[in-house]
T-cell receptor
Framework: GDSVTQMEGPVTLSEEAFLTINCTYTATGYPSLFWYVQYPGEGLQLLLKATKADDKGSNKGFEATYRKETTSFHLEKGSVQVSDSAVYFCALSDPGGANSKLTFGKGITLSVRP | DTAVSQTPKYLVTQMGNDKSIKCEQNLGHDTMYWYKQDSKKFLKIMFSYNNKELIINETVPNRFSPKSPDKAHLNLHINSLELGDSAVYFC?????????????FGPGTRLTVL
């Protein structure tokens, strides 16, 4: 079945450092790919998404490119802030209709030090 | 003005008890979901409802019974609680019943079964 693999965490960075969080997937067909973020004490919220190969999703300075050849959707940000400290989830959705569902990766905790 | 709310936030109970978790969304969405996040942070869908009709039912023990009295509410009742039910349960909603549609999550209910 479909699966999402995220790099092991946690990740600790200093403010203004460059961030990469790796995500690879296994899926039949052509899934859509997502990054969701969970800030402390809150529910998950969509950060960005890409629905086809070579699409780039971007939001709040974060970017991720849908790479079909490497089955990857790595999350990057050029300069992280303390407020980016959160748990990040990579996810994919199968292309089905009303029965389509999100498959999530394990989630990785990012801590940004001032 | 919380979009997706869950009660209670924490639930501690003994094995064998029956408990319920409530979820409400004020976004006017047609689709609601329950997810379970285990101790390793894996997030997995359990159920989804669209217009009060069940559309996704993953392989969940039948001790778990969702109930949707109206489009804005999706409650989760769990009978005969077991140790393995300890997890964080997230409710979510989306406008459309497609996984590509943005899902809005509640803050989670941490269930601990002793």
């Amino acid at each position: 079945g479909d699966s999402v693999t995220q790099m092991e965490g946690p990740v600790t960075l200093s403010e203004e450092a460059f961030l990469t969080i790796n995500c690879t997937y296994t899926a039949t067909g052509y899934p859509s790919l997502f990054w969701y973020v969970q800030y402390p004490g809150e529910g998950l919220q969509l950060l960005l998404k890409a629905t086809k190969a070579d699409d780039k999703g971007s939001n709040k300075g974060f970017e991720a490119t849908y790479r079909k050849e490497t089955t990857s959707f790595h999350l990057e940000k050029g300069s992280v802030q303390v407020s980016d400290s959160a748990v990040y989830f990579c996810a994919l959705s199968d292309p089905g209709g009303a029965n389509s569902k999100l498959t999530f990766g394990k989630g990785i905790t990012l801590s940004v030090r001032p | 003005d919380t979009a997706v709310s869950q009660t209670p936030k924490y639930l501690v109970t003994q094995m064998g008890n029956d408990k319920s978790i409530k979820c409400e969304q004020n976004l006017g969405h047609d689709t609601m979901y329950w997810y379970k996040q285990d101790s390793k942070k894996f997030l997995k869908i359990m159920f989804s409802y669209n217009n009060k009709e069940l559309i996704i039912n993953e392989t969940v023990p039948n001790r778990f019974s969702p109930k949707s009295p109206d489009k804005a509410h999706l409650n989760l009742h769990i009978n005969s609680l077991e140790l393995g039910d300890s997890a964080v349960y997230f409710c979510a909603s989306s406008l459309l019943p497609f996984a590509t549609d943005t899902q809005y999550f509640g803050p989670g209910t941490r269930l601990t079964v002793l």
